[in-house]
Each structure stands twice: as C-alpha cells, then as structure tokens.
C-alpha cells in the first residue's frame, strides 16, 4: 500500500472515530432539574421538580420530585424512562396513569400520552425554549376517552 493512501486511509478512520466520539457525547438539552414556576408571583414557591436522567443511551428517566425547602432535598414521587419510540412503558407510583408513551415531534417537541386500562387519561405537549432554559406544557386530560380540561405549566432549569 501506497504511504499516501495508507495516510488517507488512517486520516478518514480517525475523523470518523472523533465523529462517533462527539455524537456519543452529546446530551440531550432536557437533562437536569427542572421546577415548576408558580403562576402567580405571591404564590409560595413550587416544590415540584422534575428530573430528566439518561438511560440506556439515548433514552431518559423522567422522575416527578417533591422538594424540601427547607434543606433542597428531593422525594421521588413518580416517574417512567423512555426510549422517545412513541412505545407505552410502565410508570411507577403514578395513582393516575400506568404506562406513559413519548415520541419527539421536532428537537424541542415532545408529545406525551398517558394510560390507565388502555384508556388515555393525559396527553402532554412539551416545549423546550430555545435557549434551553423554560419548557411549557400544556395538559390535557381526558375522561372517558374524550379530552375535558387543559391546563399550562411552565418550568425553570433548576441552576
């Protein structure tokens, strides 16, 4: 084998590894801690939070959280992981839903639809901000299979 072509050779295999490397090492911008912000300013602040984990390479853990104020800590009150394949997966100390499905509609749009008995009881939109700091969701909650009340929220990365 030609020097020239062996380096050529040699030269593509390395930026593709670096390539492979850097797609490996990027995070999915919902990772962190988020809590809800409050609708109202003279609300005592929100001790929702939720927490958005990797999992399983691609996917994410989803854990709703209740905070203590008075010392930052966080109870896990109920969550799921997803791979984003739009594929129902158990939830875990939900007493409203039992299986939670999420696909992405766009890079910053997620639709989340919740079950209980094969019946949707929630769907979900939900919006990262551009500059990655805010997600709004709307809910909208279904009974009897027919969407009867909406409702927003916002939440603010947890710093």
Partial sequence: ???????AICSIAVLTALAVTTAA??????????????????????????TYEP???TGMKVTINNLNLADGTLTPQWGYTTMFDNKE?????????????????????AEI????DG????????VLSADGNTIGIIYMRS????????TFATYERMK
């Fill in 113 to 116: 639809t919740y079950r209980r």
């Fill in 89 to 109: 997966t158990p939830m875990t100390g939900s007493r409203s839903a039992e299986t939670a499905a999420v696909r992405m509609i766009s890079d910053r749009t």
């Fill in 119 to 126: 019946r949707i009881t929630q769907q979900l939109t939900n």
């Fill in 143 to 150: 009974a009897e299979g027919k969407p009867d009340t909406v």
């Fill in 25 to 50: 090492q990027t995070t999915n911008p919902r990772f962190g801690k988020w809590r809800l912000k409050p609708t109202d300013a003279s609300a005592p602040p929100s001790t929702n939070v939720m």
């Fill in 1 to 7: 084998m030609r020097p020239a072509l062996f380096r």
């Fill in 55 to 57: 999992f399983n390479g």
